[in-house]
């Protein structure tokens, strides 16, 4: 085996190892190292074949898209000396990066060109998917809420317990007095990230807060304020802005995905075939 096949081989390795252990390859067990390599040697096989077919001859990668490539695995790490001592673990230095990428990327060009060769989406079939599954088309009741959060935080004095509670029905008094001035009383005292956009969470199903806040939440009315509510992380005050009630998404609505998924599985079953084509 040359140097460069090797260098693609330690970094499908890498891939291999961090989509199905999510970790470094020293962390794994003999058995989790072994499956990893297996899975990367089939890989490597398969993407020789790939590029040694005709559909591969004239595929052109251009430089600068390496480069793309080489730089957002770069800025995964903090510090440079992180970086390289990361490649050196996988067998790998910059310049064998940036050939495992080429041969990466090529590898996609002409995967996609394959795909480019799938039959068309019939909207009939479009048609037909949505009636076959009628309940993933189906939207739970939504509300729209925003928060104010006052955290607690015993190395802060003001974030003590007994603190974090006056401030919150402190805050909560201001809002009885002036309903309307949620958004503004949340950009001033919250101590969320949302404060920015006025404390806004977002339309939220259930089961996406805190138990503690969902249960509040989907009992309140449009426009009702709670009072202040103890989770884990602090005291909040919820403000529902509105809600959507629950329906099912009209076929014109779901068209669209519809469409991209059976696009995407055609796609697939066409690479896929043209693959086998290539072993036969």
Known sequence: M???????????????????????????TESQKHEAQQHAQRQYRIETAVLASPMAQDVHVPASTVEDAFARIRQRYE???????GLERAGLGEAGLRRALLWELRV???????AQNAK???????????????????????????HILITINDQFADNHHDAALK?????????????????QLAQR?????????????????????????DQVLFNLARGQIS???????????????????????????????????????VRRAT??????SLFA
Request: hydrophobic share 35%.
């Open 2 to 28: 040359t140097a460069i096949d090797q260098e693609n081989l330690a970094y499908m390795t890498l891939k291999s190892v961090q989509a199905r252990f999510d970790c470094e390859p020293a962390q794994l």
């Open 79 to 85: 510090a440079e000396a992180d970086f390289l001592e």
């Open 108 to 114: 996609e060009a002409v995967m996609d060109r394959v």
């Open 120 to 146: 068309q989406i019939d909207p009939v079939d479009e048609e037909l998917f949505y009636l076959n599954h009628l309940d993933r088309f189906h939207l739970p009741e939504r509300r729209k809420v925003r």
């Open 167 to 183: 401030r919150i029905r402190q805050i909560a008094e201001q809002l009885k007095r002036h309903p309307r001035r949620f958004s």
């Open 189 to 213: 005292y919250s101590e969320c990230p949302t404060a920015m956009n006025g404390g806004l969470l977002g339309e939220m199903p259930r089961g996406k807060l805190y138990p503690e806040l």
């Open 227 to 265: 009072g202040p509510l103890r989770s884990p992380i602090g005291f909040h005050l919820l403000s529902c802005d509105s809600i959507s009630q629950a329906k099912r998404m009209r076929f014109a609505e779901a068209r669209p995905s519809i469409h991209e998924l059976l696009d995407t599985r």
């Open 271 to 276: 690479q896929r075939d043209w693959i086998r």
